[in-house]
């Protein structure tokens, strides 16, 4: 951790020193500003994880020295915090202070598996069954899959991690006339997948999917290790082989490790 070492040599850039706006990253609170103080102070955290001045799990300076530093009550100084905290960009260890926390995974927008999409970002994929049935398709569940009410559906439950972390609960349903005996192979670390592809040559290769923000509720809070009532990234995925709906997928993935980003194209139809 370098506390110590960041609380001590921090440039403070004046307004006359700056070559342009744009280059010069605002280092000191500006009192004649209509920014409020907290949101400078939080800009200015931000350029230090930013700029790897404060890598993850080091500690932010107390509340106190940032005061000090700033010339800020420790009210605004808590204000700045609270809100890295509630963004996800900090966390707090009771008794021991604040820290930088590891930035959020962005959600992978693309059809591919949870265990490709870890592995594509350098970590372990692992999967635990936390429950297996085959049970009569609902109306409902039939017309979303693309079955006759009452047909037998595969519904898997397994709690996805990377690096042994807890990242999302997700629960698969599966028409069973695609994948007759998949209740008979253990998914334990293993690629749902890949074992569609393998043993049912389902190679799935267009999906629809939803997005949405939620709480957690107490079930998947236990599995992912949140508090009830975290906010959590709620997805529904249809995936397909060749125009067959394979898969419905219904997830809960933790909101504070995800994040979305999608690149966004401003062209117009009949603009060229
Ligand atoms: C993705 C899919 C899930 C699918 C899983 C298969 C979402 C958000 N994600 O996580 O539907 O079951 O990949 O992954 O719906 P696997 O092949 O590693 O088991």
């Known amino acids: 951790m370098n506390y ?17 706006t744009e280059q010069a990253p605002l280092m000191e609170i500006d009192p ?30 107390s509340e106190r020295e940032l005061g000090l ?44 598996s949870f265990t490709e999409d870890m592995r594509a970002r350098g970590f372990e994929p692992g999967s635990q069954d936390l429950a297996r049935r085959v049970a009569p398709a609902s109306g409902h569940l039939a017309r979303v899959l693309g079955v006759a009410p009452g047909d037998p559906i595969h519904h898997l439950e397994r709690l996805r991690t990377a690096d042994g972390e807890p990242m999302a609960v997700e629960r698969s349903n599966i028409p069973l006339a695609l994948a007759p005996e998949l209740d008979r192979h253990s998914l334990a670390g293993r690629s749902l997948y890949r074992l569609l592809e393998q043993e049912y040559n389902l190679l799935l ?10 709480l957690c ?25 060749n125009g ?9 993935y933790r909101a504070d490790r995800y994040q979305l980003h999608s690149t966004l194209d401003a062209r117009r139809s009949g603009t060229g």
Do not use: N
């Open 69 to 112: 530093t700033y010339g800020l009550s420790r009210m605004t100084v808590r204000q700045t915090l609270d809100q890295l905290v509630d963004e996800g960009k900090l966390y707090r260890v009771p008794g021991k202070g604040t820290f930088v926390a590891r930035p959020k995974i962005e959600m992978s927008l693309r059809l591919a």
């Open 205 to 214: 290769d267009s999906g629809e999917q939803t997005i949405e923000a939620g």
């Open 32 to 61: 004649r500003s209509p920014v409020p103080k907290y949101a400078q102070l939080r800009e200015i955290l931000l350029d230090w994880i930013e700029e790897s001045r404060l890598g993850v799990d080091d500690a932010v300076p």
């Open 4 to 20: 110590y070492g960041l609380v001590r040599p921090i440039p403070v850039r004046t307004i006359s020193d700056r070559i342009t």
């Open 244 to 252: 067959t709906c394979v898969e419905l997928a219904i997830s809960t």
């Open 217 to 241: 509720d107490a079930t998947d809070a236990k599995h992912l290790g949140l508090t009830a009532g975290s906010a959590v990234l709620l997805l529904q995925r249809r995936s397909y082989a």
